[in-house]
């Protein structure tokens, strides 16, 4: 694989322009200003997902691609009782380290290969990954393993609606936007790759941007893009929770 060095040069040819750079080199230029940069999906996601997570005191978590941690704190605070974070980009876990309680609790690893037990999680989140994968049955696989019977999974990702219209995974460095690799799945698709892996849908979102997030785009100078960004479903949130054996012997 190519170097972070190769990546910004491959995305700094011109002065002023547009690179599309592959998932783990992206993340590894993205991280330093991932945290400090506000980024209105992620205020949406966590606006909706704060008032549905379960009593978590005395569980298990486990934070597949964590990124820098963000969800991996939160869940640390409101009580579980252990948790770790995963994620394959040294970059990204770097920055996380920087976290409250997140020292020892981080493996660089791929998702769909977890160092882990099976059955050892009691609750899972996967935030922001799936349009980084072609392969949403083997990701939804290896999180059934690692799942405990009846253990809850959060998986959010950009809308498909957003995709459709030309959103991107992408950031700003200096004069050039870099734009990360993603593979466009429908909510269908997302929803019926976990569904076969052993997981039931309990809960569907397709949020959209509202008035909290206004001042995020006025910030970063798109105010005149906020009212259109508005009028289509941005974050797809979806909470499934693991069948039990049971379950599964009547599916």
Known sequence: MSSVADAWNRASR????????PVEEGYALWAPSYDRDPNPLLALEERQLVTLLPDLDGKTVLDVACGTGRWLERLLIRGA???????????????ARGKRGLRGRLVRADGLHLPFASASADFMMCAFALAHLGDLDALASELARVARPEADLFVTDVHPAGYARGWQTAFRADTTTIRITTFLHTVGEVRAAFERAGFELWQLLEAH????????????GKAHRFDEACRIPA???????RRTPEAERRT
């Open 209 to 220: 941007l509202g008035e909290p997030e206004r001042p995020i785009f006025v910030r970063a």
């Open 235 to 241: 974050v797809l949130i979806c909470c499934f929770r």
């Open 14 to 21: 011109t002065a002023v322009g547009t690179a599309s750079v």
């Open 81 to 95: 009782r252990s948790g770790v974070g995963v994620d394959l980009s040294s970059a990204m876990l770097e920055s």
